[in-house]
Structures are given as structure tokens and as C-alpha cells.
């Protein structure tokens, strides 16, 4: 996470690096899985990762990329970060039909995109933008629609759901009883 110019304190870049986090932890589930050959639970915890890639790179396009993409010297990255969403979405789905051995392949494509934007974008949007533009990002940027995870790729929101059903006496790589909530408070 880029953390020398603070655009992460700008509140749509801050959603934007927040969610990377949160779809990274669930990914690193699921690459896990895969590795194990435990296809219910790669299954599930893909699951996870699209419900919280989906939405994201959805609000990144129609907000803040759709205003970047007016200035000339963004356009050609802004498409090329597009395409990259689309890429990840086919990706992914390659990994949910059984390609478990590619899992770590999507997972280092979402890093490299991750960073382009949390190193790149997002401090040029910082830079770059004005008030209004501003504005304008925050107007057209949807509110978050997938529910938060704990950090660890498990929903939070109405309930305590798990992309995996199996019980929690045993030890499956992570405690439950983090210290934190599991209440959502919007």
C-alpha cells in the first residue's frame, strides 16, 4: 500500500486500498486451497474473492477511472487497467473450473495490478484531480456492495457466514477469536 503521499486518506482511495486488502487475504485462501486440491473449499473461497473483486473493480471503473480517463495523459493506463479487471474475472473462472495450479498465477496478477494502482494511479489521481473532480468521483462512485470479510476472505454482515461449511474445532491456519467484532456497523 503506497503510504508516502496519502492518498489513501482521500475517502474513495482509501475504500479502493481497504478493499485490496480485503480481496488479497481472501485470494491467499483460496491459493491455499488449491494448493491442498481441496476444490469445495478453492470453490468457496473463489466465491469470496468474486464477490469482492466484482463490485470493486465495477465502483474503480465508473468512478474514479471514468473521470481520470478524461484527462489525455491517464487514458491509455486507465485501459490498460481495464482490461487487466477483465483479465482477472477470466482468470479467476479458469481456477474455479479446476485449473487449481493457476491459482498462484491470478494471485500474482492481482498483486501486480494492486500495486499499479495503490503505487500509481492513486497517487496521480491525488495529484491530478481538482475539488470538482473530486466530486464528481465520489457522485458516481457506487457504495460498497460486498460485504466486508475479517481480513482472513470470511463475510461479515448479517451474520457470521463462512465461504467454507465445515465446523471450527479444528484448526484450519486461523483464529476466530481475533479481538474483533463480527458486527458490521455501516
Not at 481495464?82 to 479458469?94: K, N
Not at 501486480?112 to 470538482?132: Q, R, V
Request: hydrophobic share 35%; with cysteine; proline share 5%.
Amino acid at each position: 500500500m503506497c503510504s508516502y503521499c496519502g492518498c489513501q486518506s482521500i475517502t474513495v482511495v482509501g475504500r479502493f486500498m481497504a478493499e485490496h486488502d480485503e480481496i488479497i487475504n481472501a485470494t491467499g485462501l483460496m491459493v491455499r486451497a488449491a494448493q491442498a486440491g481441496d476444490a469445495a473449499e478453492v470453490r468457496a473461497t473463489a466465491e469470496v474473492v468474486a464477490r469482492l473483486l466484482h463490485p470493486h473493480t465495477q465502483a474503480e471503473e465508473v468512478g474514479l477511472f471514468s473521470v481520470m480517463r478524461e484527462q489525455e495523459e491517464f487514458t491509455d493506463h486507465i485501459d490498460v487497467l481495464c482490461g487487466e479487471h477483465t483479465t482477472l474475472d477470466e482468470l479467476l473462472e479458469v481456477v474455479v473450473g479446476g485449473a487449481f495450479a493457476r491459482a498462484p498465477e491470478f494471485e500474482l496478477a492481482l498483486r501486480t495490478h494492486i500495486d499499479k494502482e495503490d503505487n500509481g494511479l492513486f497517487p496521480a489521481a491525488a495529484m491530478s484531480l481538482a475539488g470538482a473532480e473530486w466530486e464528481r468521483v465520489d457522485a458516481s462512485t457506487p457504495p460498497p456492495q460486498a460485504p466486508l470479510t475479517d481480513g482472513r476472505g470470511h463475510l461479515l454482515g448479517g451474520g457470521h457466514e463462512h465461504p467454507h461449511d465445515h465446523p471450527h474445532e479444528h484448526d484450519h491456519g486461523h483464529s476466530h477469536d481475533n479481538g474483533h467484532s463480527h458486527e458490521h456497523h455501516p
